[in-house]
């Protein structure tokens, strides 16, 4: 049996989300959490990806100022809503 090996596009150097898309993730997720329509552990993982990859982007050297603030904002608060979950 053969498998197909067609290799996956990968995006542009530089490329990143765009701000908004990742504000509306972690609305979604606080949305899901308040009103108790997603099992804790799933919202965990979830949070977890968006705390990674902001955590990747504040960091890059190359990213200007005015979009770190944003990054930087959206960062935290995922994490306090990461907070809120584990108490």
């Known amino acids: 049996m053969t498998q197909d090996v067609t290799p996956t596009p990968k995006p542009p150097t530089g490329d990143r989300p765009d701000l908004d898309n990742l504000d509306a993730a972690l609305s979604h997720v606080n949305q899901q959490v308040s ?8 919202a965990k993982g979830i949070l977890y990806s968006l705390i990674e990859t902001l955590g990747t982007f504040v960091g890059d ?8 603030s944003g990054y930087e904002g959206l960062l935290e608060a995922a994490r306090e809503l990461r907070a809120k979950l584990e108490h």
């Open 61 to 68: 050297p190359d990213l200007p100022e005015h979009a770190r």
């Open 35 to 42: 009103s108790g329509s997603i099992a804790s552990g799933a």
